[in-house]
């Protein structure tokens, strides 16, 4: 033991004297911290603790290759290390001493940054100290025993350095550590997963942004314990004590040996691909992590209330102060400034009726109809249009929570998303019609996506619990029976879709019914809804069930744009295609289709036209009758229907409204805090209140006048990420 702490001491004197180990272990780390802190303007809250991450990598990085590889070479070339052969040592104290030593030297550089980037920038602090400390001497025990693998099997100086600038500059720019992975090409950032420093950034990055633990880093945790006992045990093998000694060329393969964790590693993330999703999940932790006062604006706040002359403080993705008039110095604040002179700031908008699956449009383009496409397109388009929620009501199971969970975790920019589905119907019911002339055995698989036809209240139950199981965020039931002409359809049975609500109030699931008349109405009032899809588009929805609505607090969402859309569409008419919106939102390719289909007169059916114009006034009416009557409204637009884009549906939505009758303000909660609370998410957006998640949309103009100022998009901020709204198309 005497021999261990002798070498432990001395190991510390000498590595102290090592200027080139001095500069890369203490003031190369500083250096990057505060240039990456003003380059990428992450100088305040959350944002600075992306970069102590990187930081930290850095310095462990030069610990490990400089401090220890080329300080064992360099002992070995000087001969200091042929003094010891002669006493009665082995190598292992050596090793030991070597290792212990640039750990403990190690130790307050990670914490004089953690307490730099806390009081000087405001950082918080990890909540996981235990395993920060053991990511930190993880990371340097691995790279101090690669540094020692490197100075094993290298002959010279000359050998040396190359070895270790190879692994140092590649891990530099590759692993994530000056750069954001995911910044870079595809390529680039699979060929950086065969690296241990691209393990020890994301798991720094976790436990600063994600509060994450070991165990939520558990492969890269048991990487680096290999290669730290491989490392160890291959360096007391390799171990030379003086320069004069050659290894043999075939034995420097033994390097392989020591990063065959990373290999492995490297391997399945190559086939798997999820480290792309990781990297830019922890880009948009750090896109969000700022500071930003969008001042001498007008405030919607989404319960009625409006301040018309405010400021609203955004910090690390959430509302963090809102003032009167100008607000603070933005430069005491350390904010970023969005100038809001002659504009609205409301919340994110809230579609609650959306298809994703479909695009709204008429392709016969293959690519155009993939949901694995249009499903992401679709999330885009309506994060594009300042729509910040949606709820999902009858997309494939399997791909909707797919897409819930890269847009909740931002590997992947679109909105968020609600899962609401499949949809509960009678065999042969509304919903089924879309799978009748598909081959059997896609239409069996589909149909397991897409809807539920349980044949008894038993079954109903049983499938409920399932998709309960399975993560859904609501049920939904259609009781319509069609109408007209080719458009009849099997109801479902009473005392199922009874079971079905009542099986969703047990598992704590809203329940959202399709209705078309008074009478679907009436019977999702009884078997209690949470919402009323559609209410009646064929005759007058009865004063009783619409107090009653009022009285049970039962939303109703009215979609009068897609019957609009059904009126044009069978008049042979695409108004909806010369809005700047949808042409910014839709594709060109379903664009160009559609305008030729409808053009090409195909879809004309003026009894149908006639049918859906009809449709649109008992609507209305409805619609302004239950306002009266005090129910509850939300908006939904039932996009993916013809004609019916995802995003500029919604602006059309509000317009809507507000020719039936609908005063501004109201058309505007129920796009918004209305929406939220149906969503049971009035606790995180909805509004602007402190606290709140940061879902903002910045309009030109007073959407409580017009209402068609919510098209004219300033600014969308999504978890208080300020989007470049072009991007989002680039990356679905």
Not at 119 to 124: D, E, H, K, L, V
Not at 382 to 397: C, F, I, K, P, Q
Request: proline share 4%.
């Amino acid at each position: 033991m005497r021999a261990y702490l002798a070498l432990f001491r001395s190991n510390l004197r000498l590595t102290m004297r090592d200027r080139s180990v001095v500069f890369f272990n203490f003031l190369f780390p500083f250096i990057f911290f505060f240039a990456f802190a003003e380059l990428f303007h992450a100088s305040t809250g959350q944002g600075i603790a992306y970069f102590v991450g990187t930081v930290l990598t850095l310095g462990i990085l030069g610990n490990g290759l400089w401090g220890a590889g080329m300080r064992s070479v360099q002992e070995r070339e000087a001969d200091i290390l042929r003094r010891f052969k002669v006493t009665p040592i082995t190598p292992m104290p050596l090793l030991v001493a070597a290792m212990a030593s640039g750990w403990l030297l190690y130790l307050p550089v990670a914490a004089i940054l953690v307490g730099v980037a806390h009081f000087q920038y405001g950082m918080p602090l990890p909540r996981n100290w235990i395993s920060l400390l053991a990511m930190v001497t993880l990371g340097v025990c691995s790279l101090r025993a690669i540094g020692l693998i490197l100075a094993a099997v290298t002959n010279t100086m000359q050998e040396a350095m190359i070895g270790v600038q190879i692994l140092y500059m590649s891990m530099l720019f590759l692993s994530g550590a000056t750069i954001p992975a995911a910044l870079l090409p595809n390529w680039a950032q699979t060929v950086a997963e065969f690296m241990p420093a691209a393990y020890l950034v994301t798991g720094f990055q976790g436990i600063f942004f994600r509060n994450q633990s070991l165990w939520d880093n558990q492969a890269a945790v048991v990487s680096l314990l290999v290669t730290i006992i491989v490392g160890m045990f291959l360096a007391m093998q390799l171990f030379r004590w003086e320069k004069d000694e050659k290894i043999q060329p075939r034995k420097k393969l033994w390097v392989l040996a020591v990063l065959g964790p990373f290999l492995i590693l490297g391997c399945y993330k190559a086939y798997s691909k999820e480290h792309l999703a990781q990297n830019q999940a922890m880009f948009r932790d750090l896109q969000r992590a700022g500071v930003v006062l969008i001042r001498n604006t007008r405030v919607f706040v989404g319960d009625g209330t409006v301040m018309e002359n405010a400021s609203v403080l955004v910090r690390d993705g959430r509302i963090a102060e809102i003032y009167g008039g100008a607000g603070p110095d933005p430069e005491t604040l350390r904010a970023e400034v969005v100038e809001g002179a002659g504009k609205t700031l409301l919340p994110g908008l809230i579609d609650v009726h959306v298809h994703l699956g479909s695009t709204g449009g008429i392709s016969f383009v293959a690519a155009d109809n993939d949901p694995a496409i249009t499903m992401p397109h679709a999330a885009a388009a309506l994060l594009y249009n300042g729509v910040t929620e949606a709820r999902s009501v009858g997309d494939g199971l399997d791909a909707s929570l797919k897409l819930r969970r890269e847009t909740s975790s931002g590997s992947r920019l679109g909105v968020l998303l609600f899962v609401c589905g499949p949809m509960f119907t009678a065999g042969g019911g509304h919903g089924t019609e879309f799978l009748q002339n598909l081959p059997p055995a896609l239409r069996e698989s589909l149909q397991g996506q897409l809807v539920r036809t349980p044949k008894t209240p038993e079954e109903a139950r049983r499938q409920v619990r399932e998709l309960k199981r399975a993560g859904v965020d609501g049920i939904k039931a259609i009781l319509e029976a069609g109408w007209g002409d080719g458009m009849l359809f099997d109801r479902l049975d009473l005392l199922i879709a009874r079971s079905v609500a009542e099986e969703a109030h047990t598992q704590n699931l809203p329940l959202a019914v399709h209705t078309g008349d008074a009478r679907d109405v009436t019977d999702a009032v009884d078997i209690g809804a949470s919402s009323v899809e559609h209410g009646s588009w064929r005759d007058e929805i009865p004063d009783t069930v619409l107090d009653r609505m009022a009285r049970e607090g039962i939303y109703l969402d009215p979609t009068l744009g897609v019957v609009e859309a059904y009126a044009q569409f069978y008049s042979g008419k695409a108004e909806m295609l010369g809005n700047s919106l949808v042409q910014q939102s839709v594709t060109g390719s379903v664009l160009r289709a559609t305008r030729d289909f409808v053009a090409s007169g195909k879809a004309a059916n003026p009894d149908k036209a006639a049918l859906f114009h009809n449709a649109l006034e008992t609507a209305r009416n409805n619609l302004l009758r239950a306002w009266k009557a005090g129910v509850p409204l939300v908006v939904g637009t039932d996009a993916g229907n013809p004609l019916v884009f995802h995003g500029p549906s919604l602006h059309h939505e509000l317009q809507l409204w507000v020719q039936a009758g609908i005063p501004n303000e109201v058309v505007l909660e129920a796009a918004t805090r209305n929406a939220a609370n149906l969503l049971r998410a009035g606790n995180r957006f909805g509004a602007i209140r402190k606290g709140l998640e940061a879902n903002l949309l910045l309009v030109d103009g007073n959407p409580l006048q017009d209402i068609s100022a919510t098209e004219r998009i300033s600014l969308v901020m999504f978890e208080g990420e300020r989007l470049r709204r072009a991007e989002l198309f680039e990356k679905n």
